[in-house]
């Protein structure tokens, strides 16, 4: 049986917000993406969120891939300095620090951790975004690891070779602290990458967990019960 493939794009995209548990999270889960909407979105507003690796290697890491990886974009990058591996243990924080951003912030689109991710850092924040932005669509992208099952997205992001390829070479160059992990080479990035393009007849593509969207053919009249008047 063959699959309809649709596409949906954003109505309007002027601020993105991406979020990420550890330093590199963002990159490995949705760097090609990132590449092609800033690309396509000259002097977009991008606001990224970290929540570990803050006065370290790891943040002068990632202010220099996130200038890489979002070209033209106006970006601002935070990077707090909670403990890798204990977020679970922090969870105040970190919901503080997302309904701060919430209060600065009006996103079109957000990118963040999806809910089948294992690692406890990236499943706390994946728990915690929806609830912070309750009235935005989030994107959960996904990485590989040992720790839990990729799960079945729903949406796809096409990329072509060459970016694939540059977003893979870019990875390896700003990431230099990382290069030892066998989730962060070339081989597992292009693996799943080829994976999810076979699943949306592109040849690679990246994926991502929508948890909830509304198909506004009609205005949204609040809780009305079906039937009442919304007067």
């Known amino acids: 049986m063959v699959q309809n493939v649709l596409t949906l794009l954003p109505e309007r995209l002027d601020h993105v917000i991406l979020i990420g548990a550890h330093c590199d999270d963002i990159v ?46 106006r970006l601002r990058v935070a990077v707090l300095d909670l403990p890798q591996g204990q977020l679970p243990t922090r969870w105040e924080r970190v919901r503080r620090a997302l309904e701060d951003l919430r209060t600065r912030a009006e996103p079109s689109l957000i990118f963040a951790p999806n809910r089948t991710d294992g690692h406890q850092d990236r499943k706390l924040v994946a728990e915690l975004v929806p609830a912070a932005f309750t009235e935005h669509v989030v994107l959960g992208y996904e990485i590989v690891q040992r720790e839990g099952d990729l799960g079945q997205p729903v949406l796809f992001a096409p990329l072509a070779e060459p970016v694939l390829r540059e977003k893979i070479e870019k ?58 008047s919304s007067s």
Do not use: K, N
């Not at 760097?31 to 977009?44: D, I, K, N, Q, S």
């Not at 198909?215 to 949204?220: I, K, T």
């Open 28 to 73: 490995v889960g949705c760097g090609g993406t990132l590449l092609e909407l800033c690309r396509a979105h000259a002097g977009v507003r991008v606001t990224a969120l970290i929540f570990t690796g803050g006065g370290s290697l790891r943040e002068e890491e990632e202010r220099a891939a996130l200038a890489a990886f979002c070209p033209g974009a």
């Open 171 to 228: 990875m390896l160059e700003f990431y230099g602290s990382q290069r030892d992990r066998p989730s962060f080479d070339a081989e597992s990035s292009a693996g799943l990458a080829r994976l999810r393009g076979v699943q949306c007849r592109a040849r690679y593509a990246e994926a991502f967990h929508v948890s909830r969207l509304v198909l506004g053919l009609a205005p949204l009249t609040g809780d009305t019960p079906y039937g009442a």
